[in-house]
């Protein structure tokens, strides 16, 4: 809400509270636009399902769930080892955006990525794995295929 000012007096007086309605203003809008950017809201925990099909998020008001070839996918990133962020439409036609934090996030994007957005540069280029997981994988004793290329080569090597 602007505010306006009416100041009698001596000019310093008058200076002085215009400047001060003026900087109360400023504040004002300011706090306003940041009040008005989009921010995360964490909407509690849930139980999340990995299938040959589709990621299921169950959660007590919320229910999440994308195929792995759904055509309201938009994108798909992995912003942290345990995190996969999603843009998708609804079934309303809402556009919308939901990260889901699980230890399966590189799992979640490298299916999804695989089937919709085979093209995406994170897949193409490994990122999708922690730095050394072959090695890793050696050195708990669970030697494992190549991920990266069993990936890409969809299942041959």
């Given at each position: 809400m602007h505010q306006?000012?009416?100041?009698?007096?001596?000019?310093g007086f008058v200076l002085t509270s215009l400047a001060a309605t003026a900087?109360?203003?400023?504040a004002r809008r300011n706090r306003a636009a940041r009040d008005a950017q989009p921010r995360w809201v964490l909407e509690g925990a849930g139980e999340v399902t990995v299938t040959t099909r589709r990621m299921h998020l169950s959660h007590t008001v919320h229910e999440l769930f994308w195929d792995w070839d759904a055509s309201?996918?938009?994108a798909i990133d992995?912003?942290?080892p345990d995190a996969v962020e999603v843009a998708f439409i609804d079934n309303n036609n809402a556009h919308n955006l939901a990260r889901v934090h699980t230890p399966w996030?590189?799992?979640?994007f490298a299916l999804t990525a695989r089937t919709s957005f085979p093209a995406h540069p994170r897949l193409?280029?490994?990122?999708?794995?922690?730095?050394?997981?072959?090695?890793?994988?050696?050195?708990i004793?669970?030697?494992?295929?190549?991920?990266?290329r069993l990936l890409l080569g969809h299942g041959t090597t």
């Open positions: 306006s000012g009416f100041a009698l007096g001596n000019p900087i109360s203003n400023s309201g996918l938009r992995l912003i942290a996030a590189s799992l979640i193409l280029t490994q990122s999708w794995l922690p730095p050394d997981f072959d090695k890793r994988c050696v050195l004793g669970r030697p494992c295929r190549p991920a990266a």
